[in-house]
């Protein structure tokens, strides 16, 4: 700049020569003072720098050397173990021969784990699941490696979750209740009218996690087996195949409206979605502390239940010094201030140096003196044959299927929407019905009200040739697969819906979407799922239909859209988790 200056200025003279050099006085002084503040710039971002090199290190990762502990716990655990691996790991502890240990955490259901870590997904230095027994069902699929070295961190009882209300107008807590009473009440609603005084609504919904993915929900139901043989003895493969306890099961399982794929979530739920989502439900005590505020009280079965004691087990194929951390890191957990932390988190600390105290109290409906008859651990071959039990006595789906297939809906979005479609088909049950709706321009009824079984492979067939093109006709497809359901809806199965799109309604003549057309698509007791795919979907509408029906809306895209669909499968029942 200076050289093309002096090649413009030098010509002119002693009057320009002045004028030339007092510019470059000026710019040369400007220099100075912009190098100055240059310098002082690049010092204080390499000390930020600096401090963000050593934010990332303590708070993204763990430190240099350290032995990184994996730890998988069943997700009733979550709100305890969070906070406290977050302490542990802030606190810089070190092994007694100086090694520093960070722990990572997931939460995973006691079935999901056995598929994770049986396939090779997944090997936790440590896993918690909700009971040994999962230890023995995945040593059974060829992984013994978490059965020598476990040790219980805390104790809770499998209860029925109420609202305190209901509870109260059922006779809580003088007058015990079992859970043939719930499943009964669930079951009937004449008989639910009566209880109830008529004051919750014309049923009696109730919810529990999955038996096959989730340890509460196998535990739920091995109780009802327990309690229809009377006995607190385990119960046996032939017990279970007892007609007598094929319709206790049975009788319970129609009733059921809402099936979780994880404790916590179930728990959470309940609370955020309030008593018209759900009345009832099988939880353990500690989330129902947790969530409920005693609002949401637990009820102790009349007939007995299961305790999870909560083995954190080493894995003893793991290296020397990644064992010996999941040892000093279990220990840590056992300790007095982590068992403080658990006792708030309301579980039944396994320290005795810790004293019961709230939240386990008369304030959140806690009875320690429950639960007076403790069911024995069930064996590898009755939580199998739990499983298959359950198949057989839930109640059939009866679905409809609303899957958008107008021209935005090209590329990757119609690639991945197939494929996690075509999966969930296949993870349906034998004696479940769908119908299948394509809607672009026009709805087009592809499947109608076909039991799965028989008709698997044309259902599949019928999605993979799914093509993109067209407009969006969401209003009419909903109000279609409204009056498809209403046609075929009966008392031995369990309506759904679900509505995948990924766009505004550009294309509807016959509905509007109003309160008419809500109050169509939850009719008949109808659940309904929605999906919004993609950030251009009508993510209000889908909301507030799912939240109507109580159901669940969902955010998805190519990379979430098959996770969505698995988690749409446990609420439906689907043939997923151990034994599958």
Same mark, same amino acid.
């Given at each position: 700049?200076?050289?093309?200056?002096?090649?413009?200025?030098?010509?002119?003279?002693?009057?320009?020569?002045?004028?030339?050099?007092?510019? =470059?006085s000026k710019?040369?002084? *400007?220099?100075?003072?912009?190098?100055?503040?240059?310098?002082?710039?690049?010092?204080?971002?390499?000390l930020?720098?600096?401090?963000?090199?050593?934010?990332?290190?303590?708070?993204?990762?763990?430190?240099?050397?350290?032995?990184?502990?994996?730890?998988?716990?069943?997700?009733?655990?979550?709100?305890?173990?969070?906070?406290?691996?977050?302490?542990?790991?802030?606190?810089?502890?070190?092994?007694?021969?100086?090694?520093?240990?960070?722990?990572?955490?997931?939460?995973?259901?006691?079935?999901?784990?056995?598929?994770?870590?049986?396939?090779?997904?997944?090997?936790?230095?440590?896993?918690?699941?909700?009971?040994?027994?999962?230890?023995?069902?995945?040593?059974?699929?060829?992984?013994?490696?978490?059965?020598?070295?476990?040790?219980?961190?805390?104790?809770?009882?499998?209860?029925?979750?109420?609202?305190?209300?209901?509870?109260?107008?059922?006779?809580?807590?003088?007058?015990?209740?079992?859970?043939?009473?719930?499943?009964?009440?669930?079951?009937?609603?004449?008989?639910?009218?009566?209880?109830?005084?008529?004051?919750?609504?014309?049923?009696?919904?109730l919810?529990?996690?999955?038996?096959?993915?989730?340890?509460?929900?196998?535990?739920?139901?091995?109780?009802?087996?327990?309690?229809?043989?009377?006995?607190?003895?385990?119960?046996?493969?032939?017990?279970?195949?007892q007609?007598?306890?094929?319709?206790?099961?049975? #009788?319970f399982?129609g009733?059921?409206?809402?099936?979780?794929?994880?404790?916590?979530?179930?728990?959470?739920?309940?609370?955020?979605?309030g008593?018209?989502?759900?009345?009832?439900?099988?939880?353990?005590?500690?989330?129902?502390?947790?969530?409920?505020?005693? =609002?949401?009280?637990?009820?102790?079965?009349?007939?007995?239940?299961?305790? #999870?004691?909560?083995?954190?087990?080493?894995?003893?194929?793991?290296?020397?010094?990644?064992?010996?951390?999941?040892?000093?890191?279990?220990?840590?957990?056992?300790?007095?201030?982590?068992?403080?932390?658990?006792?708030?988190a309301?579980?039944?600390?396994?320290?005795?140096?810790?004293?019961?105290?709230?939240?386990?109290?008369?304030?959140?409906?806690?009875?320690?003196?429950?639960?007076?008859?403790?069911?024995?651990?069930?064996?590898? #071959?009755?939580?199998?044959?739990?499983?298959?039990?359950?198949?057989?006595?839930?109640?059939?789906?009866?679905?409809?299927?609303?899957?958008?297939?107008?021209?935005?809906?090209?590329?990757d979005?119609?690639?991945?929407?197939?494929?996690?479609?075509?999966?969930?088909?296949? =993870?349906?049950g034998?004696?479940?019905?769908?119908?299948?709706?394509?809607?672009?321009?026009?709805?087009?009824? *592809?499947?109608?009200?076909?039991?799965?079984?028989?008709?698997?492979?044309?259902?599949?067939r #019928?999605?993979?040739g *799914?093509?993109?093109?067209?407009?969006?006709?969401?209003?009419?497809?909903?109000?279609?697969?409204?009056?498809?359901?209403?046609?075929?809806?009966s008392p031995?199965t369990?309506?759904?819906?679900?509505?995948?799109?990924?766009?505004?309604?550009?294309?509807?003549y016959?509905?509007?979407?109003?309160?008419?057309?809500?109050?169509?698509?939850?009719?008949h007791?109808?659940?309904?799922?929605?999906?919004?795919?993609?950030?251009d979907?009508?993510?209000?509408?889908?909301?507030?239909?799912?939240?109507?029906?109580?159901?669940?809306?969902?955010?998805?895209?190519?990379?979430?859209?098959?996770?969505?669909?698995?988690?749409?499968?446990a609420?439906?029942?689907?043939?997923?988790?151990?034994?599958?």
């Amino acid at each position: 700049m200076r050289i093309q200056l002096d090649r413009q200025i030098r010509p002119l003279g002693n009057k320009a020569r002045f004028w030339r050099n007092l510019f =470059q006085s000026k710019i040369q002084n *400007l220099k100075s003072k912009m190098a100055g503040r240059l310098w002082l710039l690049i010092i204080l971002l390499g000390l930020a720098a600096v401090a963000c090199g050593f934010s990332a290190d303590e708070e993204s990762g763990p430190p240099r050397n350290a032995t990184v502990v994996d730890v998988a716990a069943n997700t009733s655990l979550r709100p305890w173990l969070e906070g406290i691996v977050n302490t542990f790991n802030e606190s810089g502890l070190e092994t007694p021969d100086g090694k520093p240990v960070y722990v990572t955490l997931q939460s995973i259901e006691a079935g999901e784990a056995v598929t994770a870590i049986a396939t090779g997904e997944m090997a936790p230095a440590v896993w918690i699941p909700d009971d040994p027994v999962w230890t023995n069902v995945l040593a059974d699929q060829g992984n013994p490696n978490y059965q020598g070295d476990c040790a219980s961190l805390g104790s809770s009882p499998l209860v029925m979750a109420m609202w305190r209300p209901l509870a109260e107008s059922l006779g809580w807590p003088g007058l015990p209740l079992g859970w043939l009473d719930v499943g009964s009440l669930a079951a009937d609603p004449a008989t639910w009218k009566f209880f109830s005084g008529g004051r919750f609504g014309d049923s009696l919904r109730l919810g529990h996690t999955h038996p096959g993915l989730s340890g509460s929900g196998a535990a739920t139901l091995l109780a009802i087996v327990q309690a229809a043989e009377a006995k607190p003895e385990a119960v046996t493969v032939q017990d279970i195949q007892q007609p007598i306890v094929q319709a206790s099961v049975g #009788a319970f399982e129609g009733a059921v409206s809402w099936f979780s794929n994880s404790t916590d979530s179930l728990g959470q739920t309940m609370s955020q979605r309030g008593s018209d989502f759900l009345g009832a439900a099988v939880l353990y005590e500690s989330t129902v502390v947790f969530y409920g505020g005693g =609002q949401i009280v637990p009820v102790y079965p009349l007939e007995g239940t299961f305790v #999870a004691t909560h083995p954190a087990c080493v894995n003893e194929a793991a290296n020397l010094d990644t064992i010996t951390a999941a040892r000093f890191f279990r220990d840590y957990l056992m300790d007095e201030p982590a068992q403080q932390a658990a006792l708030a988190a309301g579980l039944r600390p396994i320290n005795g140096n810790v004293p019961l105290g709230a939240p386990l109290d008369d304030a959140h409906g806690v009875d320690l003196s429950q639960p007076q008859i403790v069911f024995s651990p069930p064996t590898v #071959a009755a939580v199998y044959a739990a499983q298959e039990l359950w198949q057989a006595a839930r109640k059939p789906v009866n679905l409809v299927m609303l899957l958008d297939t107008s021209g935005s809906m090209a590329g990757d979005k119609m690639e991945n929407a197939r494929a996690s479609a075509v999966q969930f088909v296949e =993870q349906m049950g034998d004696a479940d019905y769908l119908t299948l709706v394509a809607f672009s321009t026009f709805p087009d009824v *592809l499947i109608n009200h076909q039991q799965v079984g028989p008709a698997r492979d044309k259902i599949v067939r #019928a999605i993979e040739g *799914l093509v993109a093109d067209g407009d969006t006709s969401l209003y009419d497809a909903i109000g279609d697969g409204a009056t498809l359901i209403a046609e075929t809806t009966s008392p031995r199965t369990t309506n759904a819906l679900v509505v995948l799109s990924d766009g505004l309604d550009t294309a509807s003549y016959r509905y509007n979407f109003d309160e008419t057309l809500m109050q169509a698509a939850a009719g008949h007791d109808t659940t309904v799922f929605t999906i919004a795919y993609g950030s251009d979907a009508d993510e209000n509408l889908l909301s507030e239909l799912a939240n109507r029906a109580n159901g669940n809306f969902y955010r998805g895209d190519e990379a979430s859209i098959a996770a969505i669909y698995e988690e749409m499968s446990a609420a439906f029942g689907g043939s997923l988790g151990i034994g599958r």
